[in-house]
Structure formats: structure tokens, C-alpha cells
């Protein structure tokens, strides 16, 4: 099962870049994580507030989620908000959600990037909504003993 999970997302983004150039979703998420780890670096140098991160597939789950941030925002206004979209259907309509710090696309899930990605953000906290809960995000939270709530 690993083997078909790990062959997955090492294809997935090779069709995306195939596709691109004649389907506009696809190239909105391809674009979306060029340099990805570059952008992170920036948004997240010298911060020393604690995160919360909060993980939606796309637009539907952000709703979902999206009263909880807004609850949290309002008892706890010293901590900074990230929120990473898979597809672009959330991204590009949340793009400049002012409940959160930082949005940003959720780079793919690898053993390599996910160690980047939490090296770079550093959660304190997070929030993974609805169905889309990405193995070596999950591996890596527990390696780390990060809380992780399922929403």
C-alpha cells in the first residue's frame, strides 16, 4: 500500500506539469509551488510567535475548518495562522484570507519536503480538515509530537 501511495504522489505532479499547458486548474498548481520552499523561507524568517496550521484540500473544507480558525483567532490574537490548500479551487479564492497570516499551497507530500516544510514553519499546532490526511505530514507530526487534530 505504501508502494502505490508513494508511486502516486511522485506521479501526481509529473501529470499536472504534462497537463498544464491545456488545463488551467493544473497549471494554477503547478505554478503555485514553484519555489515553494523560497517563499516559506521568507515568510517565515525570524518569526517567534507559535503557529497553528491548519491543512484544507480546497475551497469546501476551508469553510468547514474556517469557524474554528476564527474561534481560535479570537481567544489566542498572539498566535499566527498558516493555511495550506491542495488544490487551487481554495487557494486562489483564499489567497488573501485576513483570518490567517500566511496562505500558501501544501507542498507535495514526500519524506523530504515534509521534513523541509516542518523545519521551515514549525507548527505548534494542527488542524488537517476534512478527508485529505497526506502520510508523511501525519509521520512526521508524530515524530515531532506535535498535536494534530482531524477535523
Known sequence: MKFLYH????VYPLIAKLISPKNEKA???????????????????????KIIWMHCSSLGEFEQG??????LRSTMP?????????????YEVRKNYNGADWVFYLPMDSPKNTQQFYNIVKPSLILFVKY??????LQ???QRQIPLLLV
Open 66 to 71: 474556517r469557524p474554528i480558525i476564527e474561534n
Open 140 to 142: 512526521q507530526a508524530k
Open 27 to 49: 497549471k494554477l498548481w503547478v505554478a503555485g509551488r514553484q519555489n515553494i520552499f523560497q517563499q516559506l523561507t521568507n515568510a517565515f524568517a525570524g518569526n517567534t510567535s
Open 132 to 137: 485529505e490526511f497526506w502520510f508523511y505530514y
Open 7 to 10: 508511486l502516486f504522489i511522485t
Open 78 to 90: 498572539d498566535v499566527k495562522f498558516l493555511i495550506t490548500f491542495f488544490s487551487p479551487s481554495g
